[in-house]
Protein backbone atom coordinates (compact mmCIF):
# COMPACT_ATOMS: atom_id res chain seq x y z
CA UNK A 1 0.00 0.00 0.00
CA UNK A 2 1.19 3.69 -0.72
CA UNK A 3 1.65 5.36 2.40
CA UNK A 4 1.90 8.73 0.70
CA UNK A 5 -0.52 11.53 1.53
CA UNK A 6 -0.49 15.10 -0.48
CA UNK A 7 -2.21 17.55 1.77
CA UNK A 8 -2.62 21.89 0.41
CA UNK A 9 -2.14 24.24 3.34
CA UNK A 10 -4.86 26.54 4.24
CA UNK A 11 -2.82 29.34 3.89
CA UNK A 12 -0.44 29.85 0.70
CA UNK A 13 2.48 30.77 3.05
CA UNK A 14 2.81 28.21 5.48
CA UNK A 15 1.52 24.91 6.87
CA UNK A 16 0.03 24.80 10.34
CA UNK A 17 0.13 21.17 12.44
CA UNK A 18 -0.78 20.20 15.94
CA UNK A 19 0.65 17.67 17.21
CA UNK A 20 -1.04 15.49 20.37
CA UNK A 21 0.52 12.82 22.40
CA UNK A 22 0.43 10.41 25.21
CA UNK A 23 -3.62 10.58 25.71
CA UNK A 24 -3.46 7.26 28.06
CA UNK A 25 -7.39 6.67 27.67
CA UNK A 26 -9.44 4.16 29.35
CA UNK A 27 -12.64 2.35 27.99
CA UNK A 28 -13.96 3.31 31.46
CA UNK A 29 -13.79 7.70 31.37
CA UNK A 30 -14.54 7.04 35.50
CA UNK A 31 -11.00 5.69 35.40
CA UNK A 32 -7.49 7.94 36.78
CA UNK A 33 -4.78 7.96 35.65
CA UNK A 34 -1.74 9.16 38.44
CA UNK A 35 -4.55 10.21 39.82
CA UNK A 36 -6.01 12.14 36.63
CA UNK A 37 -8.99 11.34 34.47
CA UNK A 38 -7.52 10.98 31.37
CA UNK A 39 -10.81 10.89 29.35
CA UNK A 40 -11.95 14.34 30.51
CA UNK A 41 -8.02 15.81 30.14
CA UNK A 42 -8.04 14.79 26.99
CA UNK A 43 -11.98 16.50 26.06
CA UNK A 44 -10.44 19.73 27.76
CA UNK A 45 -7.41 20.26 25.69
CA UNK A 46 -10.14 19.49 22.54
CA UNK A 47 -12.50 21.79 24.06
CA UNK A 48 -9.54 24.41 24.40
CA UNK A 49 -8.34 23.80 20.76
CA UNK A 50 -12.09 24.43 19.51
CA UNK A 51 -12.49 27.38 21.70
CA UNK A 52 -9.28 29.09 20.86
CA UNK A 53 -10.29 28.82 17.07
CA UNK A 54 -7.16 27.30 15.98
CA UNK A 55 -7.34 25.56 12.84
CA UNK A 56 -4.33 23.17 11.51
CA UNK A 57 -3.71 21.34 8.41
CA UNK A 58 -2.71 18.03 10.36
CA UNK A 59 -3.02 16.48 13.35
CA UNK A 60 0.50 14.47 14.23
CA UNK A 61 -0.53 12.54 17.10
CA UNK A 62 2.59 10.70 18.39
CA UNK A 63 1.82 7.21 20.57
CA UNK A 64 0.45 6.01 23.92
CA UNK A 65 -3.01 6.81 22.55
CA UNK A 66 -4.77 4.10 25.26
CA UNK A 67 -4.01 2.86 29.29
CA UNK A 68 -5.98 0.01 29.42
CA UNK A 69 -5.34 -1.94 26.07
CA UNK A 70 -8.64 -1.51 24.97
CA UNK A 71 -10.09 -0.97 21.35
CA UNK A 72 -12.99 0.91 23.40
CA UNK A 73 -10.87 3.50 23.91
CA UNK A 74 -8.90 3.16 21.03
CA UNK A 75 -12.52 4.16 19.41
CA UNK A 76 -13.10 6.98 22.46
CA UNK A 77 -9.72 8.69 20.76
CA UNK A 78 -10.89 8.68 17.10
CA UNK A 79 -14.00 9.63 18.40
CA UNK A 80 -12.75 13.59 19.63
CA UNK A 81 -10.29 13.81 17.40
CA UNK A 82 -12.61 13.78 14.35
CA UNK A 83 -14.60 16.67 15.65
CA UNK A 84 -11.35 18.84 15.05
CA UNK A 85 -11.92 18.00 11.45
CA UNK A 86 -8.38 18.24 10.31
CA UNK A 87 -6.77 15.27 8.43
CA UNK A 88 -4.87 12.64 11.82
CA UNK A 89 -1.82 10.62 10.91
CA UNK A 90 -0.53 9.08 13.71
CA UNK A 91 2.21 6.27 14.95
CA UNK A 92 2.83 3.94 17.93
CA UNK A 93 4.09 4.24 21.68
CA UNK A 94 5.16 1.62 24.38
CA UNK A 95 1.55 1.98 25.45
CA UNK A 96 0.28 0.75 22.23
CA UNK A 97 -1.48 -2.44 20.41
CA UNK A 98 -0.53 -1.54 16.97
CA UNK A 99 -2.99 -4.03 15.33
CA UNK A 100 -5.93 -2.77 17.34
CA UNK A 101 -4.95 0.54 16.02
CA UNK A 102 -5.02 -0.06 12.65
CA UNK A 103 -8.32 -1.68 12.55
CA UNK A 104 -9.82 0.82 15.04
CA UNK A 105 -8.47 4.20 13.20
CA UNK A 106 -9.09 2.79 9.95
CA UNK A 107 -13.25 2.95 10.58
CA UNK A 108 -12.67 6.84 11.41
CA UNK A 109 -10.75 7.57 8.63
CA UNK A 110 -7.54 8.27 10.75
CA UNK A 111 -5.30 7.71 8.17
CA UNK A 112 -2.09 5.15 8.15
CA UNK A 113 0.34 7.34 5.71
CA UNK A 114 3.59 7.61 7.21
CA UNK A 115 4.73 9.91 4.69
CA UNK A 116 2.94 13.76 4.02
CA UNK A 117 3.27 16.10 1.64
CA UNK A 118 2.36 19.28 2.94
CA UNK A 119 1.73 21.89 0.28
CA UNK A 120 4.73 21.74 -2.66
CA UNK A 121 7.16 22.53 -0.08
CA UNK A 122 7.26 19.83 3.28
CA UNK A 123 7.79 16.62 3.58
CA UNK A 124 6.86 15.09 7.03
CA UNK A 125 7.95 11.39 7.95
CA UNK A 126 6.45 9.30 10.65
CA UNK A 127 8.56 6.69 12.43
CA UNK A 128 8.35 3.61 14.43
CA UNK A 129 10.07 3.19 17.49
CA UNK A 130 7.81 0.64 19.34
CA UNK A 131 9.78 -2.27 20.33
CA UNK A 132 6.53 -4.91 21.34
CA UNK A 133 6.79 -5.09 25.04
CA UNK A 134 9.33 -2.71 26.06
CA UNK A 135 9.08 0.44 27.49
CA UNK A 136 12.31 1.86 25.51
CA UNK A 137 12.55 2.56 21.95
CA UNK A 138 14.61 1.42 18.59
CA UNK A 139 13.85 2.46 15.29
CA UNK A 140 14.87 -0.55 13.17
CA UNK A 141 17.01 -0.48 10.24
CA UNK A 142 14.39 -0.86 8.11
CA UNK A 143 12.80 2.43 9.73
CA UNK A 144 16.21 3.45 9.32
CA UNK A 145 16.73 3.23 5.78
CA UNK A 146 12.55 4.81 5.10
CA UNK A 147 13.75 7.97 6.54
CA UNK A 148 16.69 8.30 4.76
CA UNK A 149 14.72 6.52 1.25
CA UNK A 150 12.13 9.20 1.39
CA UNK A 151 14.86 11.87 2.43
CA UNK A 152 16.48 11.54 -0.93
CA UNK A 153 13.32 10.78 -3.18
CA UNK A 154 11.88 14.23 -2.00
CA UNK A 155 15.30 15.93 -1.44
CA UNK A 156 13.79 19.42 -2.48
CA UNK A 157 11.35 20.08 -0.13
CA UNK A 158 12.26 20.59 3.81
CA UNK A 159 11.60 18.05 5.99
CA UNK A 160 9.94 17.09 9.75
CA UNK A 161 10.12 13.63 11.30
CA UNK A 162 8.21 12.48 14.39
CA UNK A 163 8.70 9.59 16.53
CA UNK A 164 7.50 8.55 20.25
CA UNK A 165 10.35 8.00 22.01
CA UNK A 166 13.14 10.51 22.84
CA UNK A 167 16.22 10.43 21.26
CA UNK A 168 17.90 13.40 23.37
CA UNK A 169 18.13 12.77 27.52
CA UNK A 170 15.26 14.45 29.05
CA UNK A 171 17.52 14.92 32.29
CA UNK A 172 15.53 12.57 33.92
CA UNK A 173 17.69 9.45 34.99
CA UNK A 174 14.62 7.04 35.36
CA UNK A 175 12.96 8.17 32.05
CA UNK A 176 16.52 7.83 29.94
CA UNK A 177 16.26 4.18 31.03
CA UNK A 178 13.65 3.98 28.27
CA UNK A 179 14.79 6.24 25.66
CA UNK A 180 15.56 5.11 21.95
CA UNK A 181 18.50 3.02 22.52
CA UNK A 182 19.95 3.82 18.97
CA UNK A 183 19.56 7.62 18.88
CA UNK A 184 22.88 7.74 17.82
CA UNK A 185 21.89 5.92 14.36
CA UNK A 186 19.23 8.77 13.99
CA UNK A 187 21.69 11.40 14.94
CA UNK A 188 24.14 10.75 11.97
CA UNK A 189 21.06 10.83 10.01
CA UNK A 190 20.33 14.65 11.18
CA UNK A 191 23.64 15.72 11.08
CA UNK A 192 23.94 14.06 7.32
CA UNK A 193 20.36 15.45 6.18
CA UNK A 194 19.86 19.46 6.53
CA UNK A 195 17.07 19.47 5.02
CA UNK A 196 15.51 18.17 8.33
CA UNK A 197 14.31 21.34 10.02
CA UNK A 198 12.77 19.71 12.81
CA UNK A 199 12.00 16.56 15.17
CA UNK A 200 9.28 15.90 17.19
CA UNK A 201 8.33 12.96 19.86
CA UNK A 202 6.24 12.30 23.53
CA UNK A 203 6.57 9.90 25.65
CA UNK A 204 8.41 11.79 28.83
CA UNK A 205 5.22 13.80 29.56
CA UNK A 206 7.10 17.30 29.41
CA UNK A 207 7.67 20.01 27.04
CA UNK A 208 11.51 20.70 26.35
CA UNK A 209 13.16 22.79 23.18
CA UNK A 210 16.48 21.22 21.39
CA UNK A 211 18.58 22.40 19.21
CA UNK A 212 20.60 18.81 17.24
CA UNK A 213 23.04 20.25 14.97
CA UNK A 214 20.63 22.99 12.46
CA UNK A 215 17.22 20.69 13.68
CA UNK A 216 14.59 22.22 16.00
CA UNK A 217 14.46 18.62 18.34
CA UNK A 218 11.36 19.10 20.87
CA UNK A 219 9.29 17.28 23.23
CA UNK A 220 5.17 17.59 23.54
CA UNK A 221 3.37 17.60 26.72
CA UNK A 222 0.96 15.37 27.74
CA UNK A 223 -2.92 15.47 27.72
CA UNK A 224 -2.91 14.51 31.17
CA UNK A 225 -0.19 13.90 33.34
CA UNK A 226 2.86 15.74 33.32
CA UNK A 227 6.42 13.97 34.20
CA UNK A 228 8.59 16.24 36.89
CA UNK A 229 11.57 17.73 35.10
CA UNK A 230 15.05 17.09 35.94
CA UNK A 231 14.25 14.14 38.62
CA UNK A 232 16.05 11.41 39.19
CA UNK A 233 13.16 9.29 40.76
CA UNK A 234 9.98 8.72 39.51
CA UNK A 235 8.12 12.11 39.92
CA UNK A 236 4.87 13.93 38.70
CA UNK A 237 4.84 18.25 38.09
CA UNK A 238 1.98 19.31 40.27
CA UNK A 239 1.54 22.78 38.03
CA UNK A 240 2.33 22.00 34.47
CA UNK A 241 -1.35 21.30 32.96
CA UNK A 242 -2.00 19.18 29.86
CA UNK A 243 -1.27 20.70 26.69
CA UNK A 244 -0.49 20.23 23.05
CA UNK A 245 2.06 21.69 20.51
CA UNK A 246 1.25 24.04 17.40
CA UNK A 247 4.27 23.90 14.66
CA UNK A 248 4.03 26.15 11.78
CA UNK A 249 6.29 25.25 8.61
CA UNK A 250 6.63 28.34 6.47
CA UNK A 251 7.00 28.44 2.54
CA UNK A 252 10.69 29.51 3.12
CA UNK A 253 11.95 26.38 5.79
CA UNK A 254 11.31 27.98 8.65
CA UNK A 255 10.25 25.71 11.31
CA UNK A 256 8.37 27.67 14.40
CA UNK A 257 6.85 26.35 17.38
CA UNK A 258 5.11 26.33 20.27
CA UNK A 259 3.28 24.71 23.43
CA UNK A 260 -0.31 25.57 24.76
CA UNK A 261 -1.86 24.58 28.04
CA UNK A 262 -5.50 24.64 28.82
CA UNK A 263 -5.75 27.73 30.91
CA UNK A 264 -7.10 25.97 34.45
CA UNK A 265 -5.24 23.27 35.91
CA UNK A 266 -7.96 21.06 37.38
CA UNK A 267 -6.14 18.05 36.30
CA UNK A 268 -3.91 17.84 39.56
CA UNK A 269 -2.04 14.29 39.88
CA UNK A 270 -1.64 12.35 43.03
CA UNK A 271 1.60 13.21 44.33
CA UNK A 272 2.70 10.14 46.59
CA UNK A 273 2.53 7.57 43.16
CA UNK A 274 5.84 6.44 42.58
CA UNK A 275 5.42 4.44 39.38
CA UNK A 276 2.67 3.07 36.48
Known sequence: MESLLQ???????????????????????????????SNTSFLAVIDEI??????????????????????????????????????CVWLPGNHDNYDYMQSVFANYRLLDNKIVLLSDKWLIILLNSQVEGQAYGLLSSSELLFLQKNLDKYCDRNALVFLHHHPINSNCHWL?????KNSVDLEKIIQNYPQIKGLGWGHIHQSQDHLWYTCKAFSTPSTCVQFKPNSYDFGLADKDAPGWREIILTNDGMLETEVFRINDNRFVPDLSQNGY
Not at 16 to 27: V, Y
Not at 176 to 180: E, G
Open 176 to 180: DQHIL
Open 7 to 37: LPTKNKNYGKILQITDTHLFADGSRALLGVN
Open 50 to 87: KNLSRTYDLIVATGDFVQDGTKEAYKFFAEQITTLNTP
